[in-house]
């Protein structure tokens, strides 16, 4: 096994890594369509095992990849022959692997965004059932029925498509417009304030901005019972 064929191997092992988090993407947008037409909750529970199942395995190639990184480098410093590099290989995966077993893969960045849009989904779908679980709702979630949304954006009074909210407070914005003009701000060397009148929110940075799927689904189902009336 040489340090070619590792680095090629590396390199597949990474492209996969960008298709499990497409797929992971992709059970989110099932689940929630599957929320919005009142189906099973059953299906919901098992599409929630299956991310976390994904989640699961993005940590474990991240603790692949780390591994062979270990390897790669050590290589370099001390060659070794291709029986003795692939035995390390291996030790040091499990040993990287062990760690997961105690790890809460509910706090998994995609887990956290896959359920955060369920809940908020499932508010809007059915404001009558959330008023009777309280204790799961999100601080940052929008608390309004859909015809209550405002979905447009405040720097080009347009509807929003890609919307992303400011956590600090809560304004929606138009991804591309909102990012163009914090760079535009940023070059002047200057601050962006958030353009919603009577905000007292100074300075927008993109770290602030988080997509709202929730947001850009109603936006989208309002589109379509637009097109039917």
């Known amino acids: 096994m040489s340090l070619s064929v590792v680095n090629s191997n590396l390199s597949s092992l990474k492209s996969c890594q960008a298709d499990l988090n497409t797929g992971m993407d992709m059970v989110k947008d099932v689940a929630l369509d599957l929320v919005e037409s009142g189906g099973d909750e059953k299906d919901a529970k098992k599409l929630t095992e ?54 809460d893969f509910q ?60 956590k600090k407070c809560n304004h929606h914005y138009e991804q591309e417009a909102v990012l163009s003009m914090i760079k535009r701000r940023q070059n002047q060397h200057k601050k962006f304030c958030c353009p919603v009148i009577g905000c007292g929110n100074t300075s927008v940075t993109q770290s602030d901005l988080v997509p709202d799927a929730a947001m850009r689904r109603m936006i989208q189902n309002q589109k379509k019972q637009g097109t039917k009336a």
């Open 50 to 103: 299956l991310m976390l199942n994904l989640a699961r395995l993005d940590a474990e190639m991240h603790c692949f990849v780390e591994a062979i990184g270990h390897i790669t480098q050590a290589q370099r410093e001390s060659p070794d022959t291709p029986h003795a590099l692939r035995a390390m290989a291996e030790n040091e995966f499990m040993k990287l692997k062990a760690g997961l077993a105690n790890r």
């Open 107 to 166: 706090k998994h960045s995609k887990v956290v965004t896959f359920q955060q849009s369920l809940q908020s989904s499932a508010k809007q779908s059915n404001p009558l059932a959330s008023a009777t679980s309280m204790e799961e709702e999100l601080d940052e979630d929008i608390a309004v029925t859909q015809s209550q949304v405002n979905f447009t954006c405040p720097l080009t009074q347009l509807e929003m498509t890609n919307p992303v909210k400011n």
